[in-house]
């Protein structure tokens, strides 16, 4: 046991504040690129089908420009349009998703205190 109950106990609480910060903004992230890619391919797939059925798209979509940009997921190299659908698309079912996320969030800050608690616990008896 320590002299000083006090710092280990903000020791510990301080790591497990970061720690469920960056829990907090990694699932955040993750669940925005999840929605990014799943509005995508539904717009892909949409445009797919369209082809299909039609044998040509009933709009105009431009060529990609060529770009020195070699981030993950750069919007400025999809054509307006499909950007267009896939945000529409992105829009859809939304009120499920936010209560996944904010489940997801309420789990996350809940282990934080049940630490926290279980540390006074036993640092302070």
């Not at 797919?48 to 070699?70: C, F, H, K, R, W």
């Not at 969030?105 to 006074?120: G, H, K, Q, S």
Request: hydrophobic share 50%.
């Amino acid at each position: 046991m320590l002299k000083c109950p006090l710092l280990g106990f903000l020791f510990i609480s301080l790591a497990a504040l970061g720690g469920a910060i960056s829990a907090t903004l990694y699932v955040r992230n993750q669940l925005r690129l999840k929605d990014i890619a799943g509005s995508q391919t539904a717009a892909a797939i949409y445009y797919m089908s369209v082809i299909i059925t039609n044998g040509q798209l009933t709009e105009a979509m431009t060529a990609i420009p060529q770009s020195a940009d070699a981030q993950v997921q750069s919007s400025h190299v999809l054509p307006a349009s499909f950007l267009e659908k896939a945000s529409w698309l992105n829009t859809q079912g939304r009120r499920a998703q936010d209560r996944t996320r904010l489940f997801t969030y309420v789990l996350t800050w809940i282990m934080f205190l049940f630490l926290v608690l279980y540390e006074a616990a036993y640092y302070f008896g």
